[in-house]
């Protein structure tokens, strides 16, 4: 969902609060959508962005779906943005279908004087940046570190396996999945570059639950995967240095995690080729990775 996570709730700004909004202002109701799954959503606004055809909601707890979490949702309709303030009580429809996730049938119920959220200032990731040599244990409990892939392009992603939502960590691994197809195909590229996807959720993350994930969301059933695209979860004291350095922002609430997107192309060189804080093509990022090489030979 293009621009969505980037705009995640630590550190958007917070439009200033209004309050002259009429109770029970509704948008034209949206016909059903066939073949979509549609869940009751009740929450504030906390901000818009046209931009983006996104707005922020401190969104309450959808039972069978998903706790209570701040994130960004994407509407079709842009006029809604206009009639939303900050502050807003509403009602919605959020829908899933496939791999893409919005809202619609936005009812206004009330305004609420809240205080703004709490703004977290984000690191950037710079191209040529150095990368720290990161320790972690990867889907068959071995210790690995980022220093061992110099001399190949190495493509990093952050996922974690229980992310309820198809367009964010889903949607990652399945790209992550078609470059993995294309690289293996050209074994050239593939001999000079690796995959590695990165969980940041440790508590629940384990070796067993990524070797799982990996073998779902790559097709494949095969230990030979992990020769080419490994699954690997920090220890908890040290993911705040790895999340804040690839520009990853997180906050957990139950047991979902808030976060935004972060996915990177680190040269053979161990430095940052190119990083993407939000949405890309599979075409995009091995491009990239082919640029990186070819910038190290």
């Known amino acids: 969902m293009k621009h969505r996570a980037s705009i995640f709730c630590l550190f958007v700004t917070v439009l200033t609060l209004a309050c002259n909004k009429t109770p029970s202002q509704t948008t034209n109701a949206t016909p059903p959508t066939p073949g979509a799954k549609r869940y009751h959503l009740t929450g504030r606004v906390v901000s818009s962005d046209k931009r983006g055809s996104s707005v922020m909601i401190d969104g309450d707890e959808i039972p069978g779906f998903m706790g209570a979490m701040t994130m960004p949702y994407t509407v079709k309709d842009l006029t809604l943005l ?71 392009t190495l493509l990093l992603t ?41 969980s940041f959720d440790p508590e629940h993350d384990t070796p067993k639950a990524l070797r799982a994930y990996a073998f779902s969301v790559s097709g494949s059933k095969s230990a030979t995967l992990f020769r080419h695209w490994e699954f690997a979860v920090p220890r908890a004291s040290d993911l705040p240095a790895i999340a804040t350095f690839f520009g990853l922002v997180y906050e957990k609430e139950g047991v979902v995690i808030n976060h935004s997107l972060s996915t990177t192309v ?14 890309w093509q599979p075409a995009d990022v091995i491009k990239a990775a082919v640029d990186a090489q070819h910038s190290a030979s």
């Open 158 to 198: 952050f996922i974690y396996t229980q992310c309820p939502f198809p367009d964010f960590c889903p949607r990652l691994s399945r790209q992550f999945a078609e470059i993995n197809r294309q690289l293996q195909a050209n074994p050239a590229l593939s001999t000079k570059t690796h995959l590695l996807s990165i």
């Open 266 to 279: 680190v040269g053979p060189d161990g430095r940052i080729s190119k990083w993407y804080p939000d949405d």
């Open 82 to 152: 206009d009639k939303l303030t900050p502050g807003d009580k509403i009602t919605a429809d959020v829908v899933v279908q496939g791999d893409d996730s919005w809202i619609e049938n936005v009812v206004v119920t009330g305004h609420t004087s809240a205080p703004p959220k709490p703004i977290t200032e984000l690191h950037i990731p710079a191209a040529g940046d150095s990368v720290p040599d990161f320790k972690l244990v990867n889907q068959d409990n071995r210790k690995i570190s980022l220093r061992q892939y110099r001399g190949r």
